[in-house]
Structure formats: structure tokens, C-alpha cells
């Protein structure tokens, strides 16, 4: 069974950054694509980004193109989304979640190509 956990969340001014991490236990990393998503209150969960499981390509939602990175350490076991000029709309738990696709697909949006999942980190970011 695969074992998430999310840190780095927390408060932030608008326009700053944070560093979100998520370790992974309970199966064989770099066998793993890892996507993040967030959900809102009140709000549907939407894809934020995806990550090989080499770390040779990445998907990301248009909303956050140019300010978050998604990277990986296989030898971790360890992903991270680093964002950057945060905005308030982006307040939301951010979910880790990791998919036994072979690679990123047009599903690889989608929350129900994803097998486990974490508890979630809120990042609130204020204005």
C-alpha cells in the first residue's frame, strides 16, 4: 500500500512562495507518476501538475504555467511542486497523488487516474 505524506504548506502573502514536499513509501518510487492537485472550499479538486516517473516530462495546468515546478528525487522518494507568486485564489489543500501509469497520458489530469493519495497541506496565501 502506498503511503503519502504532504508538508510545506502554510500561510503566505500573495506573490510569495512555498515549497510543498511529499514522500512516498509502500512501492517502488520511480515506478510511480506523481501529479498534485488542489481543491478549494467550496470548490471541485483540479489538477495542478504531473511528473514522470523518470522526471523527463511534466504536465501542467495552464493556470499555473510559469510559476510552479514540479520536480522529483527517485532516490527520496520524494516530490516537490515549488510555486512561486502565489495568488490568493490559489488558497486550497494541495493534494499529492500517485498514479501506476506507465506515463502521462491525456488522462494524466484527470483525479481518477490516480491510485493513492495524501492527506492534503493547506496553503493559504493572503492578500
Known amino acids: 500500500q502506498v503511503q503519502l505524506v504532504e508538508s510545506g504548506g502554510g500561510l503566505v502573502q500573495a506573490g510569495g512562495s512555498l515549497r510543498l514536499s511529499c514522500s512516498a513509501s509502500?512501492?517502488?518510487?520511480?515506478?510511480?507518476?506523481m501529479g498534485w492537485f488542489r481543491q478549494a472550499p467550496g470548490k471541485e479538486r483540479e489538477f495542478v501538475v504531473a511528473?514522470?516517473?523518470?522526471?523527463?516530462?511534466?504536465s501542467y495546468a495552464d493556470s499555473v504555467k510559469g510559476r510552479f515546478t514540479i520536480s522529483r528525487d527517485n532516490a527520496k522518494n520524494t516530490v516537490y511542486l515549488q510555486m512561486n507568486s502565489l495568488k490568493p485564489e490559489e488558497t486550497a489543500v494541495y493534494y499529492c497523488a500517485a498514479s501506476k501509469a506507465r506515463a502521462l497520458t491525456s488522462y494524466t489530469t484527470s483525479s481518477s487516474n490516480y491510485d493513492y493519495w495524501g492527506q492534503g497541506t493547506q496553503v493559504t496565501v493572503s492578500s
Open positions: 509502500g512501492y517502488i518510487f520511480s515506478n510511480l507518476v
Open positions: 511528473i514522470s516517473r523518470s522526471g523527463s516530462t511534466t
